[in-house]
DNA sequence: CTAGGAGCTAGAGTCGGCTCTAGGTCAACC
DNA sequence: GGTTGACCTAGAGCCGACTCTAGCTCCTAG
C-alpha cells in the first residue's frame, strides 16, 4: 500500500497524460476539473489519483472534439453532485451525436481519398509497365474529380 | 446545353459549396486553386465547374483534416502537371494514414461516451422505478470513472 | 552559498482558419 | 439620378486552445 492516493506533482501528471504542464494550469483555470487541486508545500499543485482520472476522461472527451466551455459545463454539473444525472446524460448524448457524426463524415471523406490514391497508384504502374495498346483510363486531366464517391453528400 | 461550362459568379459558389464568399477568397489567395480563377466583368471572379469540381475535393479535403499548406502543396503539383504523379499518391497516402488514424480514435473516444452515457441512463431509470433491495451499482462517486473501455489507450 | 531545477502567477503571444470592415466600382432598377 | 446589391481590395479582428515569458519562490546538491 505505498502508492495508493500517492499525489502527484503537475510535471509527473503531464509526463503521464502527455499534456504540457501549460495545459494543466490552463485547464484548471478553465474550470475543468471537479473538485480544486489541493496545494502542497509552496503552494504547489498536487494531483490525486481522481483528479488524473478524470483528466483522462476529459482528454478523450477533449480528443472526439468537444469544446472547453462543454467540458467545463459537465465539470460543473459533476461537482454539484447528485441530482442533475439527466442533464448529464443531454451533454453526453449531444456529444455523442456530434461524435457518431464526425465519424461518418471523416469515413466518407476516406471514400474519397482512397479512391484518389487507387487512381494514382493505378496510373502509376501503368506508366511504370510503360503498357501498349490498351487505352490508358480516361476522365484524368490535370486531377481526377470527384468522379465516383462524395458527389452525393 | 445550356449551361454546361456556365461559369458561376463568387456568390453562386458560395450557395452551392456552403463556403463563404470570404472564405473563397481567401482560398485564392491562399493558392488552394489549380488554375487562375477568370475575371469577369469589372474584375469579377468567374468560376468554371473545373474550379468548383476542385474546390469540391478540396472541401473534402478540409473536412478530414488537412492543412491549407498541405491542401496548397497538393495544388501547386496539379499546376505542375504530369510528372509528379509519385509526390501526389504520397501526400495523399500520407493524409489517408492520418485520416484513418483519427478514424480509429474517434471510435474509441466513442466507445468511452457510449459507456458513460449507458451508465448514465442505466442509474436513471434506476431512479425512476425507485428499485427495492437490489444495491444501485458501485463506483459512482461523483461521476463515474473511465472504468470499462478508454483504459487501455 | 550559490547554482539548478521545478513550481508559482499574471498576462502576452501564437497559430490556423476564417470573418469582418472600410472604402470603392459597377450595373440595374424606380 | 439616386439607391440598392453584388462584387472588388487590403488589411484588421476574432476564436479556440494552447504556449510562452517575466519575475518570483522554494528546495536540493555540490
Chains 1, 2 share one sequence.
Not at 499534456?19 to 490525486?48: C, D, M, N, W
Not at 469544446?67 to 454539473?77: E, K, S
Not at 476522365?139 to 464517391?149: E, T
Request: hydrophobic share 35%; with cysteine.
Amino acid at each position: 500500500m505505498a502508492d495508493v492516493t500517492a499525489s502527484l506533482s503537475i510535471g509527473q501528471v503531464a509526463e503521464r497524460t502527455g499534456l504540457s504542464v501549460h495545459a494543466l494550469r490552463f485547464y484548471e483555470q478553465q474550470g475543468v476539473f471537479v473538485s480544486p487541486i489541493r496545494r502542497g508545500a509552496g503552494g504547489r499543485r498536487s494531483y490525486s489519483q481522481d483528479d488524473v482520472d478524470w483528466l483522462t476522461v476529459c482528454i478523450i472527451l477533449r480528443a472526439s472534439g468537444m469544446p472547453l466551455p462543454a467540458l467545463r459545463r459537465y465539470a460543473d454539473l459533476v461537482r454539484e453532485g447528485a441530482g442533475n444525472e439527466e442533464e448529464r446524460l443531454a451533454l453526453l448524448q449531444e456529444h455523442h451525436g456530434r461524435v457518431t457524426a464526425q465519424l461518418g463524415r471523416l469515413a466518407q471523406c476516406l471514400d474519397l481519398i482512397t479512391f484518389k490514391v487507387g487512381v494514382y497508384e493505378d496510373l502509376i504502374d501503368q506508366k511504370r509497365h510503360a503498357a501498349g495498346p490498351d487505352r490508358p483510363r480516361p476522365s484524368i486531366g490535370g486531377d481526377v474529380p470527384a468522379s465516383r464517391p462524395g458527389t452525393s453528400a
